[in-house]
């Protein structure tokens, strides 16, 4: 890929998941192909509880990066410290995110994470894969590190997941108006079904991007 399309990068700690309190730099790639990002078309849209802004270049960082320039954004952000983590995310990373990238990152000693839907392949190379299904897509991608399921989410049943080659299975309540309801059904869920266990949104609780 020529260039890569970038909302912002960002020194954060990983909120969610099995690497939860992880220093990292978040790089959020531009656009979706579930959602156009747009509030007029979301209900129409394949996902329609997405609360991440992925549209345009405006944001912290954000614009057209060839793959050395991102990389060594990347390791710019991080700093003089050891151990880099990238986590790629979006919108859908793996729209753009390709081997020539990911070369980049590692030539760089930079780990690499990425959060995708799972609608796209992922290249070879990334170190930790997170795949969160979304009903109504087609899900090629059922390798990695992490199944991370939003949970409740008609039109999905977490069994039938369970045979998908993943290391880690986690329920993560929806966000919105009935959170609360959402974070019991996921524990009562994962009561009665302990391979999988509970990933809550620790960015919104302490108060971090």
């Known amino acids: 890929m020529g260039s890569y399309a970038v909302k912002e990068m960002f020194l954060t700690l990983q909120g969610e998941g099995m690497q939860v309190g992880r220093r990292a730099v978040f790089l959020r790639f531009a656009g979706c192909n579930l959602w156009s990002g747009r509030e007029e078309d979301r209900a129409t849209a394949i996902c329609r509880f997405c609360d991440t802004d992925f549209v345009g270049l405006d944001g912290d960082n954000g614009g057209r990066y060839d793959a050395g320039a991102l990389a060594d954004k990347v390791l710019a952000l991080w700093g003089p410290l050891p151990n880099p983590l990238v986590v790629m995310t979006g919108g859908e990373p793996l729209l753009q995110v390709d081997v020539a990238l990911i070369d980049a990152l590692r030539e760089r000693g930079i780990e690499t994470a990425v959060e995708t839907n799972g609608t796209q392949p992922a290249p070879?190379?990334?170190?930790?894969?997170?795949?969160?299904?979304?009903?109504?897509?087609?899900v090629v991608q059922r390798k990695g590190q992490e199944l991370k399921l939003v949970w409740p989410q008609p039109g999905i049943d977490p069994v039938q997941l369970e045979s998908w080659d993943f290391e880690h299975f986690l329920l993560q309540p929806m966000d919105?108006?009935?959170?609360?309801a959402a974070r019991e059904a996921?524990?009562?869920?994962?009561?009665?079904?302990?391979?999988?266990?509970l990933s809550t949104q620790t960015h919104k609780v302490v108060g971090i991007r």
Do not use: Q, T
């Open 124 to 138: 070879e190379g990334i170190d930790w894969i997170c795949v969160s299904p979304k009903a109504g897509s087609e």
């Open 186 to 197: 996921a524990i009562a869920y994962i009561l009665e079904h302990p391979r999988w266990r």
């Open 176 to 180: 919105g108006p009935d959170l609360c």
